[in-house]
């Protein structure tokens, strides 16, 4: 338990939504290595090489936008908090020694360790904090985490002292999610303070991390590999101090390399394996363990309802820091119709998917069918009761019909007003089941009578391109947050980066404002679940499913943590016995 007030040890846990009915707890993998068996400070250490499936992009707290970014990020900065999970997040003391909410709930007094500092021996402090979150709200950043300060007072947080912080709030909500809102690890004021803020993204500080956890970066070569090694200059806890001498990020874009590499022992780590991979390395491998991280994966279909050319056309016409009017902008003849979106939910066996994808020999499924972006794992804010859309065939196309999509020239394919149902399904390289999927799909559709051409592009370009709405549909997936906060994704408006199919109801922007408005975890989780409801009944996604994802390690690594938090979570703990070390140093 960390040192602060709680309004309630039930209080709700935040994030994206999932569909699931049981109780999650995310404890280990299928096997679990010794406990608390570091490897000796005088005998050798090994290396950690990781098959890393897209290279980092933007290493900043402020800016960061990738589960490759963070995996990355979370190795060589200290955090605010250090995060549990079971069935809800809790926080506990990292840089942050103390923090308590007043009376009111509107205010947060944190007090920081002292000690803590930056890779070139510069104290780590509260004027750090501060700026971070300065950055965060200039509107020249467009930062991705700028509705984390939505509910902030313009002068949150108040430095008290050098190692002291006063945040207010113009409200008291969730507390576990104004917890993780105040929760970014800091940069370096010393090094960006004269920064450019409108090309945040292209300083060299982003490439160039000044490190402040336990691993600093020792060399980075672009698309080939990230190696980390123990920061000398770390003053944190001794219980996060390396046990490994390197920790090697290996970009390998193609699936089948990542398993190939893993099974001949070159890799270490492979995350995603495929159900049917993972029961051959079973039997052929023994000394690979396969590790399950519970549901914080999920897949799905993004449509974009706005005509992105002219997206494009007004994007370019607006001042420097200035949004977008979606209501300006046309809309997508195809995915702007919420009747038409529904249609295709239905045209589409997700059952089969599940299937095909994520299920066993032993006939055990690594899924479950999702119907929002709040994962199972956060048990009271789900939404159990909604019912996924059913497969049938029939109704599809007699919905298309209903919308004006009829085959005039008997070619196969429905048209309305002169243009195609027709489109590009958009993905990303290296990513074997989404590959498999889109083709599925593809085939599904075809049967409705639509046209889906596949378009695979590199990860770092495709999430780029989801970002500029520079797409028409896109297979893709979250990471999902473990925080109640569904602003970032679907509230309406420019400024949400990360609300990909421009989706805007108003409804569901006052129900959002309400929900985090609210501090009783009882009443906000009802809002939540009425959000979930809204949202899967206008199919702004397809929504596909819950992945319980497995993770490949090798099985000379002790203390490995494999959760819902991280594929390869607290890199500080994994060890490796004297007498296994395979990389010496």
């Given amino acids: 338990m960390s040192e602060r007030k709680r309004l309630s040890p039930l209080l709700p846990v935040a994030g994206a939504v999932l569909a699931g009915l049981a109780i999650f707890s995310c404890s280990g993998g299928?096997?679990?290595?010794?406990?608390?068996?570091?490897?000796?400070?005088?005998?050798?250490?090994?290396t950690l090489v990781v098959g890393f499936q897209s290279d980092a992009d933007l290493l900043m707290s402020v800016v960061y936008q990738s589960a490759s970014d963070s995996h990355v990020m979370s190795g060589i900065f200290a955090d605010t908090y250090k995060a549990t999970m079971d069935c809800?997040?809790?926080?506990?003391?990292?840089?942050?020694?103390?923090?308590?909410?007043s009376e009111?709930?509107?205010q947060i007094s944190m007090k920081l360790q002292e000690g803590f500092q930056w890779a070139d021996g510069t104290p780590l402090t509260a004027h750090d904090m501060a700026f971070t979150y300065e950055l965060i709200r200039d509107p020249l950043v467009a930062s991705p985490r700028l509705t984390y300060t939505e509910y902030m007072t313009e002068d949150s947080p108040v430095v008290v002292g050098d190692y002291e912080l006063l945040w207010k709030f113009t409200r008291a909500y969730d507390q576990i999610t104004m917890t993780a809102h105040t929760g970014l690890p800091p940069v370096p004021k010393h090094k960006l303070e004269g920064a450019d803020r409108a090309t945040l993204r292209g300083n060299p500080l982003v490439r160039e991390p000044l490190a402040s956890g336990p691993f600093k970066i020792e060399q980075w070569l672009p698309n080939e590999k990230i190696v980390l090694v123990p920061n000398d200059n770390y003053q944190g806890p001794d219980e996060f101090k390396p046990s490994l001498n390197r920790v090697i990020f290996k970009i390998l874009p193609e699936y089948a390399t990542r398993l190939v590499e893993l099974e001949n022992g070159s890799t270490d780590v492979a995350e995603a394996i495929l159900v049917a991979d993972a029961d051959r390395i079973r039997?052929?491998?023994?000394?690979?363990?396969?590790?399950?991280?519970g549901w914080r994966s999920?897949?799905?279909?993004?449509?974009?309802?706005?005509?992105?050319?002219?997206?494009?056309?007004?994007?370019?016409?607006?001042?420097?820091?200035?949004?977008?009017?979606?209501?300006?902008?046309?809309?997508?003849?195809?995915?702007?119709?919420?009747?038409?979106?529904?249609a295709l939910a239905k045209a589409v066996s997700v059952d089969k998917l599940m299937a095909d994808l994520l299920t066993s020999e032993t006939g055990e499924v690594y899924a479950k069918?999702?119907?929002?972006?709040?994962?199972?794992?956060?048990?009271?804010?789900?939404?159990?009761?909604?019912?996924?859309?059913?497969?049938?065939?029939?109704?599809?196309?007699?919905?298309?019909?209903?919308?004006?999509?009829?085959?005039?020239?008997?070619?196969?394919?429905?048209?309305?007003?002169?243009?195609?149902?027709?489109?590009?399904?958009?993905?990303?390289?290296?990513?074997?089941?989404?590959?498999?999927?889109?083709?599925i799909m593809q085939a599904q559709f075809k049967d409705i009578g639509a046209k889906v051409e596949i378009e695979t592009v590199e990860s770092n370009t495709f999430f780029e391109r989801l970002r500029k709405k520079d797409y028409e549909s896109a297979l893709s997936g979250w990471s999902a947050g473990l925080f109640v906060d569904m602003s970032t994704m679907w509230?309406?408006?420019?400024?949400?980066?990360?609300?990909?199919?421009?989706?805007?109801?108003?409804?569901?922007?006052?129900?959002?404002?309400?929900?985090?408005?609210?501090?009783?975890?009882?009443?906000?989780?009802?809002?939540?679940?009425?959000?979930?409801?809204?949202?899967?009944e206008d199919q702004p996604y397809l929504f596909l499913y819950w992945m319980d994802e497995i993770v490949g390690v090798h099985g000379r690594f002790d203390n490995a943590k494999v959760d819902v938090l991280s594929p390869f979570h607290e890199l500080w703990t994994w060890s490796v016995d004297p007498n296994q070390v395979k990389y010496a140093r």
């Fill in 30 to 46: 299928e096997q679990a290595g010794p406990a608390n068996t570091p490897a000796s400070a005088d005998g050798p250490r090994d």
């Fill in 88 to 101: 809800q997040l809790d926080y506990k003391p990292y840089i942050a020694k103390s923090w308590e909410f």
């Fill in 104 to 106: 009111d709930g509107t």
């Fill in 283 to 293: 039997k052929d491998h023994p000394d690979i363990t396969m590790h399950r991280r």
């Fill in 298 to 342: 999920m897949d799905y279909v993004t449509w974009n309802q706005l005509e992105h050319a002219d997206y494009k056309a007004k994007k370019a016409n607006v001042a420097e820091g200035e949004q977008v009017d979606w209501n300006d902008v046309k809309r997508h003849p195809i995915f702007g119709d919420r009747a038409v979106r529904r």
């Fill in 369 to 439: 069918r999702s119907v929002s972006t709040i994962t199972p794992a956060l048990c009271n804010t789900h939404n159990n009761d909604i019912k996924p859309m059913p497969f049938d065939v029939d109704t599809a196309k007699a919905e298309l019909a209903a919308a004006g999509w009829v085959d005039t020239d008997g070619d196969g394919i429905r048209d309305k007003g002169g243009v195609d149902l027709s489109w590009k399904l958009m993905t990303n390289a290296g990513n074997a089941r989404r590959a498999k999927g889109a083709i």
């Fill in 491 to 536: 509230k309406s408006g420019d400024a949400q980066e990360f609300n990909f199919p421009s989706y805007a109801n108003p409804q569901v922007d006052e129900l959002i404002d309400a929900a985090l408005a609210e501090p009783d975890p009882a009443k906000n989780a009802l809002m939540w679940k009425e959000i979930q409801g809204i949202i899967y």
